[in-house]
């Protein structure tokens, strides 16, 4: 099955489908772009040269050639489109956030078991190379026992964007939905469901109507864990900050595939995913008077789809499971929750 290629549909051809999906998909030994879903713009024919554009969605998913679909469309059309999709006998990769609710998730989680189609959540920010990092300083224990785990992840865009659903709050947008679900599921993939979530949403940019601000405190039994995210930093807080018995890790930046994938480069080239020195986060140790530095692992996003490969010829797990994309939702809700309400909302385990 190694030698079999996959054939796949872009539901779209914004920024996700140009930057990331686009590259990745094109440079992958296993996988070719049968068809994208333009409905007036002709970008794809461009960037894309020999490649179908479908006008419908209906034209795409009757696309014989087409086995995958990649519903990465505005956020309020995931679940219809991808239950459509299943429907239709394609394997799903849905773009975060997931679903609007967590009921959407558990509904195409069951669909996909019934069609025995693999449904998966491009939860691509796993192989960052700074959360990899993190994943190693923790699993070799170089800070001891961890007490306190932040993840911040700020931009700075003080204005309203014209004419987008982004900026549109009964599109069911928000920055707790765009960059939330990246911040949520690391969280989730390092510690686990916590046990309670306590979230402040606020809306910071003049004439905004989304949520643009977000602090949300993860209850677990034996580490603090705060996730946070702005639109008004200019000066961005540290992307990670652990501490433990034994020490500190600090880390500033961004991961650095996604600028290097909208500049045109080729993932997997010579130094794909790794960071200059001076990049590096530091760590400071007890009885170590000077901070270190820590070299940043390399990032590696087309290992998400060499994961899906494997998982829908039969030969590997899959790596994000639906499941754990439906918890990021339920976290998402929980949030909300706990903003509405001003108090902090207990998870019931599944």
């Known amino acids: 099955m190694k030698s079999h290629t996959i054939g796949v549909g872009l539901a779209s051809f914004g920024m996700s489908g140009r930057v990331f999906h686009a590259p990745l998909l ?9 068809r994208v879903l333009e409905r007036s713009k002709d970008e794809a024919r461009r960037v894309l040269p020999g490649v179908p554009v479908a006008r419908s969605f209906d034209e795409l998913l009757n696309d014989g050639s087409v086995h995958l679909v990649v519903v990465n469309t505005p956020d309020h059309t995931h679940y219809a489109l991808a239950k459509q999709s299943l429907e239709a006998g394609k394997h799903v990769v849905v773009e975060k956030p997931f679903t609007q609710t967590a009921e959407q998730a558990r509904e195409l989680i069951a669909l996909a078991r019934e069609v025995k189609r693999v449904l998966t959540v491009f939860q691509n920010r796993r192989w960052d190379g ?44 928000s920055l707790l939905h765009n960059l939330g679900p990246h911040l949520i599921d690391q969280a989730l993939v390092l510690f686990g ?10 809306i910071v940019r003049t004439g905004g109507s989304v949520t643009d601000w977000f602090h949300l405190r993860l209850h677990y039994p034996a580490v603090g864990v705060t996730l946070s995210s702005s639109y008004l930093a200019r000066d961005p807080s540290p992307r990670f900050v652990l501490h433990g018995t034994l020490g500190s890790y600090v880390k500033y930046g961004i991961d650095p595939q996604e600028g290097a994938l ?22 400071s140790l007890e009885g170590i008077p000077e901070r270190r530095n820590v070299e940043t692992l390399a990032g590696n996003y087309m290992a998400f789809y060499d994961n899906l490969y494997d998982c829908i010829t039969g030969s590997g797990e899959l790596a994000v499971k639906p499941e754990e994309a439906a918890s990021v939702i339920r976290i998402i809700e929980a949030a909300q929750q706990s903003h509405a309400e001003r108090r902090t909302i207990l998870l019931p385990r599944p």
């Open 26 to 34: 094109g440079n992958h030994a296993h996988f070719r772009i049968r």
């Open 130 to 173: 700074d959360f990899l990092t993190v994943q190693k300083i923790m699993r070799v224990g170089m800070l001891g026992r961890l007490v306190d785990f932040g993840a911040h992840w700020d931009r700075y865009r003080n204005f309203i964007q014209p004419d987008t659903w982004k900026e549109r709050a009964d599109a069911g947008a």
């Open 193 to 202: 469901l916590p046990e309670a979530v306590t979230a402040h949403l606020r």
């Open 262 to 283: 909208a500049a045109g480069g080729v993932p997997g080239s010579g130094g794909w995913g790794t960071e200059p020195e001076e990049s590096w986060g530091t760590l």
